[in-house]
């Protein structure tokens, strides 16, 4: 008959369970690395669509911060003061504010030498209301326009110096805009 060496079975059996152990710690820390990696994956994704959502909020945010300012427009044209004159002397700016905040400390400049004589509001008919006033306007309110008349130029100031209008939208940011539409944020050392 065979006998056991029972001196060794608690040896085998501690061998067996530390092997088990092993076995499982292995097990353990490879299925940690997988959570890791996947959890890793998933903030970058994350990481990726929150900066995604910050840009478009940032551009939501922009075209909010600009929508007074484009709507308000300016018309523009070349008149004569008198009949008799060779050539148009004098620039007639509209200016029209259709958003429901006013706009303010409003210029009309005919380059960088020259500013407009005088402003008027206008009537549903565009005819000027009451006295002409100097500039800048300090308030044109929502839903109004106005007239800006330059002083008599000389030809080739009229043609060289077409008009820019700058002016405050309601948040305080000052915007320059020009004969062809086109709308840009100015500082505040800009006047007119």
């Excluded at 909020?57 to 060779?86: G, H, K």
Aim: proline share 5%; no cysteine.
């Amino acid at each position: 008959m065979s006998s056991v060496d029972w001196g060794d079975a608690p040896t085998w059996i501690a061998a067996i369970f530390a092997g088990g152990a092993a076995l499982f710690a292995g097990m353990t820390i490879r299925s940690q690395r997988q959570q890791i990696d996947e959890q890793r994956a998933f903030i970058g994704e994350q990481s990726a669509n929150l900066l995604l959502e910050r840009e478009l909020l940032r551009a939501q945010a922009d075209d909010r911060r600009r929508a007074q300012a484009r709507a308000v427009t300016m018309f523009s044209r070349q008149v004569y003061t008198t009949e008799e004159a060779d050539f148009a002397d004098v620039w007639q700016v509209w200016v029209s504010n259709p958003t429901d905040e006013p706009i303010t400390d409003v210029w009309v400049r005919f380059g960088d030498t020259y500013t407009a004589l005088n402003a008027s509001t206008l009537n549903d008919l565009e005819q000027p209301v009451g006295s002409p006033r100097g500039v800048p306007v300090d308030v044109v309110g929502p839903h109004r326009r106005f007239r800006f008349d330059s002083s008599r130029l000389p030809e080739t100031a009229l043609e060289n110096h077409p008009p820019v209008l700058l002016f405050k939208d309601a948040a305080g940011v000052r915007w320059r805009l020009d004969q062809r539409g086109v709308v840009e944020e100015i500082g505040d050392d800009v006047t007119g």
